[in-house]
């Protein structure tokens, strides 16, 4: 008995008759006539009678096609495990197109494997991806939950987008923030609430003249609405598209990492390398000199006292003195 003998088997109860199994195995029906007839004595049970051109299975016989088609079926599974394994990478949206895109085209177009990205709102939502098994790698600022593995791929300086008719400095004065209408992906959105929370360490309020979806705020400041935060290859895509974009005094940077359960597999160690390659353009090294005097946002929260290298950012306690308006509608 072999495997070949089964499929005849499952093919030919599928067809109802051996001309029509002969066809759909591209044999010549005499040779699938043996071969069944063959297995049918090594078994001891007669699968098929025969009727004139066609066939019916007796009962014994449908138990032997039940398990042969079992077993045909469990030896195709197992050879398309490797086939089927993917490596699932989960970030939140704005990463998803910053790293994980890139990322995922080259690794894909490497020859590296299968890849799939998966986007989801909050940070808190890849970590439990990661923990209950859904993702392997997650794309999220850091800092990161100590029981995850974490590869820091660098830091990311956060620019201020506006609309093209606006003049305003460059670099501009985080603290004349409030004084220029924003726009925001809206109340409740973590990345709005960090902001504003951060304007309120200084004591500030922001100005939010707009809300509206994410993927939208690049398109509200092209066409005047107010200024929005943005960052590498978003920033880059708006200013191409007709927005302007200035530089925040003191700079305001974020560190990207990598995280998982475990430490990486081979597959993963692939991805992050190729992250780490596709992100060289945008990302800051540790020891560039702007981290020195920037503030560090963590994705919830802006800590401007605890920035990547003893940052000379004023303290959540301060109070800034109030700046001259900038020339802006």
């Not at 929005?228 to 700079?251: C, D, F, I, K, T």
Request: proline share 7%.
């Amino acid at each position: 008995m072999n495997l070949q003998q089964l499929r005849y088997l499952v093919t030919t109860a599928d067809e109802g008759t051996m001309t029509g199994a002969a066809e759909a195995l591209h044999m010549a029906q005499p040779a699938l006539s043996r071969a069944v007839r063959g297995l049918e004595e090594e078994i001891g049970v007669t699968v098929f009678e025969r009727k004139g051109r066609g066939i019916r299975i007796t009962p014994d016989g449908r138990e032997a096609v039940a398990i042969a088609r079992r077993i045909v079926s469990e030896v195709d599974r197992l050879g398309t495990i490797g086939a089927r394994r993917v490596l699932r990478v989960c970030a939140i949206s704005g990463l998803a197109r910053e790293v994980g895109s890139p990322a995922i085209a080259r690794f894909v177009s490497s020859g590296e494997g299968r890849a799939a990205l998966d986007v989801v709102d909050t940070a808190d939502e890849v970590v439990e991806r990661l923990r209950d098994g859904r993702a392997a790698l997650g794309i999220v600022d850091l800092p990161a939950p100590h029981d995850l593995a974490v590869v820091a791929l660098g830091w990311q300086e956060l620019v201020l987008l506006h609309p093209p008719d606006w003049t305003i400095d460059d670099p501009f004065d985080l603290t004349e923030l409030p004084r220029i209408r924003l726009v925001s992906p809206g109340t409740g959105n973590w990345r709005d609430n960090g902001v504003e929370a951060s304007l309120r360490a200084y004591g500030m309020e922001a100005t939010i003249a707009a809300e509206s979806d994410r993927d939208l705020l690049p398109d509200l400041v092209q066409q005047g609405a107010g200024a929005w935060l943005s960052y590498g290859r978003q920033a880059e895509a708006a200013v191409a598209g007709g927005a302007g974009m200035v530089h925040l005094l003191p700079p305001v940077v974020r560190e990207i990492g990598m995280i998982s359960v475990d430490e990486p597999g081979s597959a993963s160690t692939a991805f992050i390398d190729i992250a780490k390659v596709e992100m060289q353009g945008t990302l800051l090294a540790d020891g560039d000199p702007m981290l020195e005097r920037a503030v560090w946002i963590t994705g919830s929260e802006v800590r401007t006292h605890t920035a990547p290298s003893a940052p000379s950012a004023p303290p959540a306690s301060s109070e800034p003195s109030a700046p001259a308006a900038p020339s802006v509608p």
